[in-house]
């Protein structure tokens, strides 16, 4: 009997031993990873936590820290692949050995001001990821040795944001941003004023500007025979006549509950104070927090319009956000999965394997005709809408070709704090067609001025104009469902 146990208890050790063994030899996220295509190092330690880092051939600064609780929802692995979904799209990381010591080293004060060194890193980045050289005609190595000679030692804050924002211009990025602290964009800003003032002067007489909210505010309030609206500033929706319903959408952001301190709104303004409370969280949950805002809003819509012979949604006016938010509005319209594009991402001289974007459709989907009102004020995340519609079978277009800002901004972060973006993404899609600098073609072409302020004027100026040639369009498509051709309304 005691040998019995004897043998027990080590046949009980040498299974747990194997365990252990099996175990230890299992993949985990914890460790070091390094994205393919964005230039970003994952840290991850004893499952609890997390830091990101932004990293160069000459440069590697810390992003972002936290809980890993932020992000774990969004992490997968398979084999040796880390799978990090971020809005819509999947980011794929693959495992370093150690953290590289360029992210371990502190910069020092003056190397963090250096206003050289910042725009060496600026320029390194956009070296490594702009997805668009060859497109748009960039000799990089002759258009970095100008504008780097355009600075010196002795160089202030203002000249280098001037020579940054100067080549991301040079660069024809349609996504590209720039973004400093409040004292060098106050002083920015007041030099543009002089520049402004200096033009209206020249220009004579002014004519009204208006704002892309306020011609979409006017045009719904114009075009809706009864309006359905409620609990919504950023989607109104409605009747256009008895048989077709119009949903307007102004804007692909600004849909999450963030709980923003009423303080920040009064000393900011309510813009600006969103993106300040959202810029503290982790990207990724922020995201979520935008698709659930219009998944609920949605929900009313479709309550509402289901019924409607057709359904007009007019995006002309949505300067974008969010992709994610983009694809939770069409998923209403797509009754399974559906690939609606592919994209792949550059680093060095290369890019990433082509990945699809799918959008996973909905039950009781809407599959009756549909018509998108497009533009060429439309822009990122509306653009991403654009092209989705491409890949459904029951949408057409009405308007003109979106502007063809297309790819995903990669945001970085410089040395003294400033933030900026590039675009590193190739949009395309299903047939690998790029449709950046070009915009989404409409199936019925108005011709629409691709002047933001002419644009707006000629539809304000003749609001029952524009509501009767949307009409026009939705009558001529519908005898010509079946076929692929472009009308110009004169």
Not at 445 to 454: A, I, P
């Amino acid at each position: 009997m005691q040998k019995y146990s004897i043998f027990i208890i080590l046949w009980l050790i040498i299974i747990t031993a194997c365990q252990k063994e099996n175990n230890d030899n299992q993949p985990t996220i914890n460790g070091i990873w390094k994205s393919v295509g964005s230039g970003w190092v994952l840290q991850i330690k004893d499952s609890t936590n997390y830091a990101f880092y932004d990293q160069t051939s000459i440069s590697c600064l810390p992003n972002r820290k936290g809980d890993l609780n932020e992000i774990i929802s969004s992490l997968s692995l398979k084999q040796d692949t880390l799978s990090l979904l971020k809005g819509v799209i999947n980011y794929k990381f693959t495992s370093l050995n150690k953290l590289p010591v360029s992210c371990i080293e502190r910069l020092d004060v003056q190397k963090e001001k250096d206003v050289i060194y910042n725009f060496e890193v600026f320029a390194e980045t956009v070296r490594e990821h702009y997805a668009f050289f060859e497109l748009n005609n960039i000799n990089w190595n002759t258009l970095y040795t100008q504008q780097k000679n355009k600075l010196n030692k002795n160089s202030k804050e203002v000249e280098l944001y001037a020579v940054i924002e100067e080549t991301l211009e040079k660069l024809k990025d349609n996504h590209a941003y720039l973004e400093a602290t409040e004292e060098v964009e106050t002083a920015v800003e007041q030099l543009d004023k002089l520049e402004d003032k200096e033009d209206q002067i020249r220009e004579g007489e002014e004519l009204p500007e208006y704002g892309d909210f306020q011609v979409a505010k006017l045009v719904a309030k114009h075009h809706m025979k009864e309006e359905l609206t409620k609990d919504s500033w950023l989607i109104q929706w409605g009747k256009l006549n008895d048989s077709i319903g119009y949903i307007q959408v102004k804007a692909m952001w600004l849909y999450a509950d963030l709980n923003i301190s009423k303080t920040l709104i009064d000393k900011v303004g309510y813009v600006d104070a969103y993106v300040k409370t959202f810029h503290q969280m982790y990207e990724g949950v922020y995201i979520n927090k935008e698709v659930l805002g219009v998944h609920k809003i949605m929900n009313n819509v479709m309550n509402d319009l289901s019924e409607m012979a057709s359904i007009v949604i007019d995006v002309r006016f949505n300067g974008g956000g969010q992709d994610a938010v983009s694809f939770e509005i069409l998923n209403r319209f797509i009754p399974d999965q559906l690939q609606i594009a592919t994209q792949k991402l550059r680093y060095g001289t290369q890019f990433t394997p082509m990945w699809p974007l799918n959008i996973q459709g909905t039950k009781n989907a809407y599959t009756k005709p549909v018509y998108v009102l497009t533009s060429t004020q439309i822009g990122s995340a509306a653009e991403a809408f654009s092209i989705a519609t491409l890949a459904m079978d029951n949408v057409k277009r009405i308007g003109s070709n979106t502007s063809g800002a297309m790819s995903t901004a990669l945001e970085k972060t410089l040395p003294n704090g400033w933030a900026f973006s590039i675009s590193n993404e190739i949009y395309m899609d299903n047939s690998g067609k790029n449709y950046e600098n070009i915009g989404i073609p409409p199936d019925y072409r108005l011709n629409y001025s691709t002047d933001r302020q002419t644009f707006f004027r000629s539809i304000v100026n003749d609001l029952e104009k524009d509501k009767m040639q949307i009409l026009k369009g939705i009558e001529t498509l519908k005898k010509l469902r079946k076929r692929n051709t472009f009308y110009i309304v004169k």
